[in-house]
């Protein structure tokens, strides 16, 4: 079989008659041998009544999600090639010529692109044509590298085979990003074609929730970015904090009549702090991510990973330790010496902060160095 078309459904008694129709004029125009799959996530409207009875094969979902829809639609397709677009008629299924072509040249990902095809009025709201697709496609280009105008267009068209490489795993709408994100980390062939996005054609509200499914895309693509959520913003603070501290420790300084000094210096000393944290979860995010087939594996986190060991760690943490017990030592007995008062040098006080940074910083590397080994283990 050339062609599976696949449309998730849920209550679109209203419109789906007319998609699984264009979907067959389709089919029957261009003489391929191929079926429509609706994909039912538990309708209490009839819409798998419907869908019979037009000529569709209904495969009952048994968890409900837009993501899980899809999955349930993908597993029981038997095409070569698919396409899946929504049920309530806001894409023409009866014009599929262009992602078919480009899937028969070798695309492994055709995504519709409404932006260049055309939204009729009405066919999107404000905030998802202005705010929501154009920021959340943006980051996704930014995050994946990838050419993508339109990260969350409906209609798509993808292999079989590539649908199985990409092991998705999303049950609701972040599936749609999902898809875009694992063919470009599997370094697929990724290619767009003009879509028109039509008013659909319900007269109930749609199951999308702006914020909630907005929120939704927007963690999947920071979760499997663990270099945009943790190593560029660690990288950053530990660079502000160490030029701050530096500036800090060898005295007071002044922009135009604000005075930065000690006080400061715990902040600044906590950005390095923190920044050191941050890229520590990254290499732990990276590892754990690939060793449960989240992400593709990485040649380049693989070089570095095998200079990261324990021994290593140690080596850096212990004399970090030693040094800070060491400057702790020296002040408290300077503290001693002074009766056990207040500690009013400038000095001391900025040795101490450095003595509880050190034991904090040395204590860290150790135990990272320890949970990084555990992590490591299976790939001893």
């Known amino acids: 079989m050339q062609l599976s078309i696949i449309i998730p459904c849920l209550n679109e008694a209203e419109t789906l008659a007319l998609c699984i129709q264009k979907a067959k004029q389709f089919l029957f ?13 538990g309708s209490t409207d009839g819409s798998q009544q419907i869908a019979l009875v037009n000529g569709a094969i209904v495969e009952n979902a ?12 993908i597993k029981h397709a038997k095409g070569k090639y698919l396409i899946m677009g929504d049920a309530d008629d806001s894409y023409d299924f009866s014009n599929l010529n262009a992602f078919l072509d480009k899937l028969k040249n070798g695309a492994d990902l055709v995504m519709g692109n409404r932006f260049k095809g055309g939204i009729k009025p009405g066919a999107m709201p404000f905030l998802h044509r202005y705010l929501g697709n154009p920021v959340l496609s943006f980051i996704g280009k930014l995050f994946f590298k990838v050419s993508i105008v339109d990260f969350h267009c409906g209609l798509r068209g993808f292999s079989k085979e590539a649908a199985l490489k990409m092991n998705l795993q999303s049950s609701g709408m972040e599936f749609a990003s999902e898809m875009v994100v694992k063919a470009a980390l599997l ?38 970015s663990p270099i945009w959520l943790f190593y560029y913003p ?4 530990i660079f502000v904090g160490l030029i701050s501290s530096i500036l800090l420790f060898s005295g007071p300084f002044y922009i135009q009549n604000i005075g930065f000094d000690i006080h400061t210096l715990i902040y600044t000393l906590s950005f390095v702090m923190i920044g050191f944290q941050s890229i520590s979860f990254y290499f732990f995010s990276k590892i754990y991510a690939i060793q449960n087939n ?87």
């Not at 125009?29 to 996530?41: A, F, H, L, Q």
Request: proline share 4%; glycine share 8%; aromatic share 14%.
């Open 29 to 41: 125009k261009n003489n391929i041998e191929g079926e429509i799959i609706v994909s039912d996530n």
């Open 62 to 73: 048994p968890n409900k999600g837009y993501g899980n829809a899809l999955k349930n639609g």
């Open 187 to 224: 370094k697929m062939k990724i290619e767009e074609v003009p879509t028109i996005l039509f008013k659909d054609g319900r007269s109930r509200p749609p199951h999308l929730r702006t914020w909630r499914d907005g929120w939704r895309h927007l963690r999947f693509l920071l979760i499997y």
């Open 234 to 237: 660690g990288l950053l603070l």
């Open 294 to 380: 989240f992400l593709p594996n990485d040649k380049q986190i693989n070089v570095i990973l095998k200079h990261l060991t324990l021994e290593k760690g140690l080596f850096f943490g212990i004399p970090l330790l030693i040094f800070g017990f060491i400057i702790g030592i020296f002040s408290f007995i300077t503290w001693k010496d002074s009766n056990f008062g207040s500690l009013a040098q400038k000095l001391m006080v900025k040795n101490v902060i450095i003595s509880a940074f050190s034991l904090i910083l040395g204590f860290q590397i150790i135990i990272y160095s320890f949970f990084y080994s555990i992590m490591r283990i299976n790939k001893s």
